[in-house]
């Protein structure tokens, strides 16, 4: 599959995008091991989360989905998972693995956790080492996936410096920490998402942060709540970047969540000039939310703030598209993690931006992206949905046609994506492969 995307007139609306991914993929796996039932409004129904609840059916949960972004989960308590009959496949999906690695090591049965090409190449290890610190017995083949999880009576509770900014690998470890004896306690480098301290919050499990360490302690149980999924600001960023773009459009998106944690994307915007405002700020459970004004900007390129990257993780194939719009130069550095996402996003944005006539400088840990005007071509998303919804934007504003290749991966995050772009005027068609 590939989108077509030619050059279009960005219109003043109001929009919504879908459901937060990482809040949709919380509240099945918390509402599977919380006793009662869970409520989920807003939840996405992207490849990505419908995998965890797959999965979790595996395991024995009763989740029904009366409409597609509405979820019920009976949960079966701390101790009431059952033995799955199969291997758990969660696709494309490394919040899945990753977080169901760390439920399942304190499971008393074995589990095995496979996904697809993509995801079986990306580096395990980061969840593999901290898990068997905790007495759970678990190995991937050369630290990738599959995943083969022994079953384990207990685990004991760690102290753990996170050798990197990954919310995934603390939120295993929180999950991990819920099955063991005494206080388990994350330290990490930089401030990551805190989605999986905010719903245990709200689901009446203690958890303490402060100063970069967040501790909890095990044989808590959490219950089970009403949970309405803010939008996503990862996808809202896409709606973002083609008004920034565009000309002399303003469009409002609705009910977003702008938890601080998330927000890097949007500071950074700002810095280069980008007229993005807050309104109507409310909160969704412990979730911050707020509506979302965008209008047309005149972008300059600059030094980002290495200390924003863990802040804005999910959004630098947006961040390099928005620094090839800016006049000058873009630096971004400390972003080696970008290497190991759904494709190495440093080489793989480049690629693209090159293709479409723009100069990117690349290092190990970093890129400079010279401004320029984009021309028109065909880029390779190699399967990543960030990457091809990120160079189909740059199409909007081509002098030429782009064509984006691969593109089906965009079904994990942002299933309405063409349709939230025809929404404020942006052409981007999607075509089978056979149809050429
Ligand atoms: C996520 C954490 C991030 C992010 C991913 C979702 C999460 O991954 O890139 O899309 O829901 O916890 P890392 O923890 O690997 O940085």
Redesign the pocket.
Known sequence: MRFKVTPAKVADASVTVPGD??VS?RALLLGSIASGRTEVSGFLAGDDCLATLAAMTTLGVDIQQPSATEISIQGVGLRGLQAPHKDLDVGNS??AMRLLAGLLGGQPFDSVLTGDDSLCSRPMERVITPLTLMGAAISGRAGKPPLTILGTATLRSINYELPM?????K?AILLAGLYAAGTTCVAEPAV??D?TERMLRSMGVAVSSSAGKVSIAGGQMPHGCQVQVPADLSSASFVILAVLLADNADVLIKNVGVNPTRTGVIAILQGMGAEISFENPQLFGEEPVADIRVRSSRLQGGTVDPDLVSLA??EFPVLFVAAAAASGKTVFSGIG?LRV?ESDRIATMAAGLRILGIEVDEADNGAIVHGGRFGGGTVQSHGDHRVAMSLALAGTVAADEVIVEDVAAVRTSFPEFQDCMAAIGAVIRLEEDDSV
């Open positions: 991914k990482s993929h490394g919040t900014a990954s919310a995934q690998v939120s990551t998402r989605h993780i999910d993690e996402k």
